[in-house]
């Protein structure tokens, strides 16, 4: 696929290693910075980092000035992440820099970031990712009452592991650890 982002084919990007992952998401977020101020000059290129956890794929920390990316959702979907989740969130920054420098809020996923995506970015501008988030969901940890299947976070899971104790909000059954989905 002739873009921009100029990415390797789908085969090389699943065998690449998580160092060269992290080279390719640099390359791709210089890249489309370049497409945005290509329309709009004057927006700063955004730092960015691989520690987003959870179900997210990324995330435009205004507060902490840069992107955030997850490096579970990357390294599980190479080429889908690069193309559609980097554009993405270069529209929440290019969407802030410039229509909300002047103290308006916009809505994060509203016209001006449609419009920003598919005029700057060339995407379809799409909301959420339909990504398999089971390795790298916060609630990786099972545990199961007599009514249903309960999915506790790790700091949860060691506090079982030193005594502590669970119990269901609908049957008040203790919860009993039933394996993990990682």
Request: aromatic share 12%; charged share 20%; net charge positive.
């Amino acid at each position: 696929m002739s873009d921009y982002l100029q990415l390797p084919d789908e085969q090389a990007l699943a065998q690449a290693s998580p160092d060269a992952l992290a080279g390719w998401l640099g390359q791709c977020v210089t890249r489309s910075w370049q497409q945005g101020v290509s329309v709009w000059p004057g927006v700063t290129c955004p730092p960015w980092w691989l520690d987003l956890r959870g179900r997210s794929a990324g995330q435009a920390h205004f507060g902490r000035g840069g992107l955030r990316f997850n490096r579970v959702l990357l390294k599980e979907n190479p080429a889908l992440f690069l193309f559609d989740v980097v554009p993405h969130e270069m529209a929440h920054w290019f969407v802030h820099a410039v229509h909300e420098q002047d103290g308006q809020r916009v809505a994060p996923h509203g016209r001006q970031w449609k419009r920003m995506m598919q005029d700057v970015f060339l995407r379809e501008p799409r909301v959420t990712h339909h990504f398999d988030t089971t390795r790298a969901s916060p609630t990786p940890y099972r545990f199961t009452c007599r009514c249903s299947s309960h999915y506790l976070s790790r700091r949860r899971y060691l506090n079982t592991q030193r005594g502590g104790r669970y119990r269901c909000r609908l049957c008040q059954s203790p919860l009993v650890f039933a394996g993990s989905r990682v």
